[in-house]
């Protein structure tokens, strides 16, 4: 069964402190790692796809990482507008199916 | 691209009442996606379609929970005898092909 396990659960940052958010996955034959984002009530927004280990992406003060056992969310300069649950999913398996099956989230609150 | 469009966007019912659920998709996505979120937990997969085709429902999803999508458009998830433990956010996707899933606002279910 795919595994997906963010850490930490929640955390807190100075405004202008980056640091990382992990996920750790369990899948057998990843198609794809994903990032959302989730403001309170709403929907998640999506961020990033990555396929193979190695990739990296960028989006403003974002940038994801791959590697074959988990991925890293980097924030760096943080501002007060990035707060939310970051979420993360995997996408594998073969089939016709592409669900997707999430971590629990990290909670980010970036204070002023 | 209007968007994933869930409706309504809340619903407080009462213990063993019938509710349902609508959702359009982003008009050209053959894929389409029910999933449920608890406080503090990432979304749960629920079911999927491809076009008018449910392919797959997931072991969480009960004999009172009934999802369609007639003629491959909106779909529609029915919760029959509803029950406190079935309080949470419902999310509806929608993909085209193996691309990123677009998520609408959700539905927040208040059983009472």
């Known amino acids: 069964e795919d595994q997906v396990t963010q850490s930490p659960e929640a955390l807190r940052l100075q405004e202008g402190e980056s640091s990382s958010l992990n996920c750790s996955y369990t899948?057998?034959?990843?198609?794809?790692l994903f990032w959302y984002r989730q403001d309170p009530g709403k929907g998640p927004e999506f961020l990033f796809t990555l396929y193979s280990a190695g990739e990296e992406k960028e989006k403003e003060r974002l940038k994801a990482t791959l590697t074959k056992k988990e991925s890293f969310l980097h924030i760096t300069a943080p501002k007060p507008e990035d707060s939310a649950t970051y979420l993360c999913a995997v996408q594998a398996g073969v089939g016709a199916n592409s669900k997707l099956t999430f971590g629990k989230g990290i909670t980010l609150s970036v204070r002023p | 691209d209007t968007g994933v469009s869930q409706d309504p966007r809340h619903k407080i019912t009462k213990r063993g009442q019938n509710v349902t659920f609508r959702c359009d998709p982003i008009?050209?996505?053959?894929?389409l996606y029910w999933y449920r979120q608890t406080l503090g937990q990432g979304p749960e997969f629920l079911t999927y379609?491809?076009?008018?085709?449910?392919?797959?429902k997931s072991r969480l999803l009960s004999d009172r929970f009934s999802a369609e999508r007639p003629k491959g458009s909106f779909s529609t998830l029915e919760i029959q005898r509803t029950e406190q433990g079935d309080s949470a956010m419902y999310l509806c996707?929608?993909?085209?092909?193996?691309?990123?899933?677009?998520f609408g606002q959700g539905t927040r279910l208040t059983v009472v």
């Open positions: 899948v057998s034959g990843l198609r794809g």
């Open positions: 008009s050209e996505h053959n894929r």
């Open positions: 379609f491809q076009n008018e085709a449910q392919l797959e």
């Open positions: 996707a929608s993909s085209a092909r193996m691309a990123r899933a677009f």
